[in-house]
C-alpha cells in the first residue's frame, strides 16, 4: 500500500504564494508519475499539474501556467507545488496523487494512489 499526504495549504490574500508539498511512502514503486489536481466547491476534480518520475516531463492547465511550478525532491518521492500571484478562483481543496506504470498522465484516471487533500483559499 502507497500513502500519500500533502501538507502546505492554508489562507493567503489574492497575488500572494504558497508551496504545497506532498510525500509518497509504503511499499513504493518506481518509476512513478505524480500531480496535483484541485476540486472547488460544487465543480468537478480538475487537473493542475504532473511530473514524471525523472522530472523531465512536466504538465500545466492553461489556468495555471507561469504562475503555478511543479518540482520534484531528490529522493523523487515528494512532489512540490510552488505557486505564485495566486487567485481567488484557485480556492480548491489541492489533491496529490501517484501513478503506477508509464507515461503522465493529466487525468485522475490515470492515478492509482491518492492523498486526502489540503484546503488553499485565496481572499480577494
Known amino acids: 500500500q502507497v500513502q500519500v499526504v500533502e501538507s502546505g495549504g492554508g489562507l493567503v490574500q489574492a497575488g500572494g504564494s504558497l508551496r504545497l508539498s506532498c510525500a509518497a511512502s509504503?511499499?513504493?514503486?518506481?518509476?512513478?508519475?505524480m500531480g496535483w489536481f484541485r476540486q472547488a466547491p460544487g465543480k468537478d476534480r480538475e487537473f493542475v499539474a504532473a511530473?514524471?518520475?525523472?522530472?523531465?516531463?512536466?504538465y500545466y492547465a492553461d489556468s495555471v501556467k507561469g504562475r503555478f511550478t511543479i518540482s520534484r525532491g531528490n529522493a523523487k518521492k515528494t512532489v512540490y507545488l510552488q505557486m505564485n500571484s495566486l487567485k481567488p478562483e484557485d480556492t480548491a481543496v489541492y489533491y496529490c496523487?501517484?501513478?503506477?506504470?508509464?507515461?503522465?498522465?493529466?487525468?485522475?484516471?490515470?492515478?492509482?494512489?491518492w492523498g486526502q487533500g489540503t484546503q488553499v483559499t485565496v481572499s480577494s
Open positions: 496523487a501517484a501513478a503506477n506504470g508509464v507515461g503522465v498522465p493529466t487525468n485522475a484516471y490515470g492515478y492509482d494512489y
Open positions: 509504503g511499499r513504493t514503486f518506481s518509476p512513478y508519475a
Open positions: 511530473i514524471s518520475w525523472s522530472g523531465g516531463s512536466i
